[in-house]
């Protein structure tokens, strides 16, 4: 699987306005507030190709947390579930 | 034993040459080996890296070929399979050393048949073949027939091989003494001489690290170690009878190749009572030529279990030795969380949790996703054989799937909500987020059970208490009250783990298949009722001794509880009354403390135990050290006696990274399973040991010396110690 940090690590870096290269995987991201939960996320679902279940985000506290939790959807679509189209992404918000 | 010359010398001097040249053979031919591999695989991975695998890496994230990543791992798995063979060599080498300095210690000669000539057998750590691989050299000392010369002396004798039990007569039964591959000695033993040899070893200064005992195995401990027909075999052994050894030679034993069903290093797992004394066994295994097992505390299998910080062992000796009621509550307290009752309490409140946990209706997007019938109907599911938290993790799997079946329906009415207050995609998502997020708090309130809230809740609740203990003594007063964020106390994450593995049973994960306790006293009847579900498939081997247990009052009923609670289907008992450790006159001392107990000494002798008065201290440390000791410990109560000492004394404490070397301080606690040249035991007052089951502690601290033992105290000595120095006949020195 290809290094997924650093793309996860620029979405939250700009969402926080912060350089990516300042944050680590222990960095807290728990003062991100929901609409920018949700930036995160559409980001990272757009960036990866997957699908994000709101009930996890709340739990993502740490920069960390959030690499984990995409890899962890990565390795699920990847396990057989087919890649969602952007057609199928646009659907869910549209 | 003094250097014999014996009418064999000649015959036994030449076949010591023959085994030595042998072995210096397969030396110089298993490094020749070991180089030619090591270049070949240094040849493997340059070749395959430029040839093979660079280009391969390169362009890998561009083939996306699946036949690429095969070929790439089975390049990797080649170069793999070399290392392995490599491995295998260097552990060859390293074996054949060990057997060059001392290829054997024993030989016996067996008679199966008249007609037949006799058989001459060599025992030694491990076994050595001849060239043609038709006969062995050296026999392990773990073969079926080795066992002749542990459990015989001349006459008839058996074994149990493979093929059932053979019958012989034990024509000789010879030990050696080879160091760095020269024939020091050897006698032809009986078992006088083999106690006047077990003597002289015994007579050795203590060692950092615990010593193999091959060579001087005695016969029941010899039964013990190659029992295999009990899946629980416990062994009740005196200070000193080698329980520890027992142990570590059994796990050695079950590991050997020539057994039906030899069991891996990772099959077995060693409980000891704390880290100094996992450091302490640590060599043995290596020192038979085994790979070392895993080892652990309880405390760090209930840390894994709970995902909880857990009070250490020590840590809980320091609570129940600090002055005031609160100690005396918490032994109290200790004693009952330990016990059998206290798990058959919490067996019955966790049957009876599906009908007192408070359900309600779970709703998302205005509507009931599911009403609190239908979770208790889920959560009372009897049909049903699985434990409550999982029938309830099912149910919140089975919710998130509903709630994901109505997120698309409900994205739009978000959706559309932010539309009309003139917010985009990222508002409605948010408030999706949000919503979410308050429905997953509620859902995890309802289907994960929090052990510590539901432990607690039991013990708080004197009505609940009442109803689920009928027929059972719960004494009064019970609490649990941790600090936040600090270590759960031991016995209340023993009962903690215990109730989870009854609400979700999970296992430890791996292939344990054989569980030692080492210090079987220190663990209640619901710690090993506990390790029975974390350890459902294993075996086990239980060693300890009842009159050792710091805590609590301890007998022999212990191994019935023990036998109760692991609940195997086979179970044996062995008591091992024999002390090798002390000489006579610390054992016949230290038993003063424990006049009902009665313990065989190997008849060692040695200088009486003294009472000394604390300004003779540095005195009496100068003279163990005059001695060559090369261990001399200073044993108090508590760390924070120990602490105390530490600042007049400015000695080092023991502790995991402490050598056990020269003179240093050690609690009581962590000295327990341990040995030492010289013991001087600190604070022997009224203050210290005055109450009646301090006899237990006076027991443990004076038998750790296998030489030398002295008791200081600032003024008075303690009654009970003075009674024992009247009985042993020990003088006090003003």
């Known amino acids: ?94 | 034993m003094e250097p014999t010359i014996h009418p064999d010398h000649p015959a036994e001097q030449a076949h010591l040459t023959m085994i030595l040249a042998l072995i210096q053979q397969r030396l110089a031919n298993a490094q020749a080996d070991s180089e030619k591999q090591l270049a070949g695989l240094a040849d493997t991975r340059r070749d395959e890296f430029t040839e093979r695998q660079e280009p391969l890496l390169r362009n890998l994230w561009a083939a996306h070929r699946f036949e690429d990543l095969v070929h790439l791992s089975q390049e990797f798995q080649s170069a793999a399979e070399e290392e392995k063979d490599h491995e295998s060599t260097l552990r060859q080498i390293a074996g054949l050393k060990k057997l060059a300095r001392s290829p054997y210690f024993a030989r016996i000669d067996l008679r199966f048949d008249e007609e037949e000539p006799d058989e001459t057998v060599y025992i030694g750590r491990r076994s050595l073949w001849d060239d043609k691989k038709e006969n062995l050299l050296i026999h392990d000392w773990r073969a079926p027939m080795a066992s002749v010369f542990y459990r015989f002396g001349a006459g008839p004798a058996f074994y149990q091989a493979p093929m059932g039990k053979i019958s012989c007569d034990l024509l000789l039964k010879r030990q050696y003494e080879i160091q760095g591959g020269r024939l020091i000695g050897f006698f032809d033993a009986d078992t006088v001489i083999q106690d006047s040899f077990l003597r002289r070893l015994l007579a050795q200064n203590a060692s950092a690290q615990m010593k193999s005992i091959v060579e001087t195995i005695q016969k029941d401990q010899d039964v013990a170690i190659r029992d295999e027909n009990h899946d629980l075999l416990m062994v009740q052994g005196a200070a000193g009878s080698g329980k520890t050894s027992i142990a570590m030679h059994r796990a050695a034993y079950l590991m050997y190749e020539g057994l039906k069903n030899p069991l891996k290093a990772h099959n077995i797992l060693i409980l000891s009572p704390n880290t100094v004394f996992e450091k302490y066994i640590s060599g043995v295994l290596p020192e038979l030529g085994e790979s070392s097992v895993a080892t652990s505390t309880l405390e760090q299998l209930l840390e894994d279990a709970l995902g909880l910080p857990v009070q250490s062992r020590a840590e809980r000796w320091e609570a129940l030795c600090s002055p005031g009621p609160e100690a005396a509550r918490r032994r109290e307290a200790l004693t009952f969380k330990s016990s059998r009752v206290f798990a058959v309490l919490l067996d019955r409140y966790a049957a009876a949790l599906p009908r007192l946990l408070p359900y309600e209706d779970l709703c998302y997007a205005g509507k009931t996703l599911a009403s609190r019938q239908e979770i208790r109907s889920w959560a009372m599911d009897h049909s049903s054989a699985s434990p409550l938290g999982v029938r309830l993790h099912r149910l919140e799997m089975h919710l998130w799937e509903r709630v994901h079946a109505l997120r698309p329906a409900r994205f739009d009415q978000l959706r559309m909500a932010a539309f009309r207050l003139g917010r985009g995609e990222e508002y409605a998502r948010g408030c999706a987020i949000w919503e979410s997020g308050v429905l997953a708090r509620h859902m995890r309130r309802i289907t994960r059970l929090n052990l510590p809230r539901l432990y607690s809740a039991l013990l708080h609740d004197k009505a609940l208490l009442a109803r689920l203990g009928k027929g059972l003594d719960i004494p009064e007063g019970l609490s649990f009250d941790p600090v936040s964020g600090g270590p759960v106390p031991l016995e209340d994450a023993s009962a903690m783990a215990y109730l989870r593995m009854k609400l979700s049973f999970s296992p430890t994960p791996g292939d344990i298949r054989q569980v030692v306790v080492d210090e079987a006293q220190d663990y209640g009847p619901l710690d090993y009722a506990l390790l029975n579900q974390l350890f459902p498939k294993a075996r086990f081997t239980v060693v300890g001794d009842v009159h050792q247990s710091l805590e609590r009052e301890a007998g022999l009923s212990l191994y019935t509880q023990i036998s109760q609670a692991l609940n195997r289907p086979t179970a044996a008992l062995l008591e091992l009354n024999k002390s090798f450790r002390c000489t006579r006159e610390i054992l016949n001392f230290s038993l003063q403390f424990l006049p009902d107990v009665s313990i065989q000494s190997l008849n060692r002798s040695g200088a009486m135990p003294q009472l000394l008065p604390n300004s003779q201290l540095q005195e009496e440390i100068a003279a163990c050290q005059a001695q060559g000791y090369q261990s001399i410990a200073l044993i108090t109560k508590t760390r924070r006696d120990a602490e105390r000492w530490q600042q007049v004394l400015s000695l080092p404490m023991m502790g995991r990274n402490a050598a056990l070397g020269d003179v240093f301080l050690v609690p009581l606690s962590l000295s327990k399973g341990l040995e030492f040249d010289a013991v001087l035991l600190l604070d022997c007052d009224e203050k210290h040991y005055g109450a009646p089951e301090d006899r237990r502690l006076l027991y443990v601290a004076c038998t750790r010396a296998l030489h030398r033992l002295a008791l200081f105290a600032e003024g008075a000595f303690a009654p009970l110690v003075k009674a024992a120095a009247d009985l042993a006949g020990s003088a006090e020195k003003p």
């Open chain 1, 1 to 94: 699987m290809r290094d997924i940090r650093p793309t996860v690590f620029q979405i939250l870096g700009d969402i926080l306005g912060v350089p990516a290269d300042v944050l680590s995987p222990t960095a807290s991201v728990s003062s991100l507030k929901y609409q920018e939960m949700a930036a995160a996320a559409i980001a990272c679902e757009k960036a990866f190709h997957i699908e994000l279940e709101d009930e996890r985000i709340p739990d993502l506290k740490t920069a960390g947390a959030w690499v984990d939790y995409v890899k962890e959807r990565i390795a699920d679509r990847d396990d057989g579930r087919p890649a969602p189209t952007d057609q199928e992404r646009e659907s869910w918000y549209y």
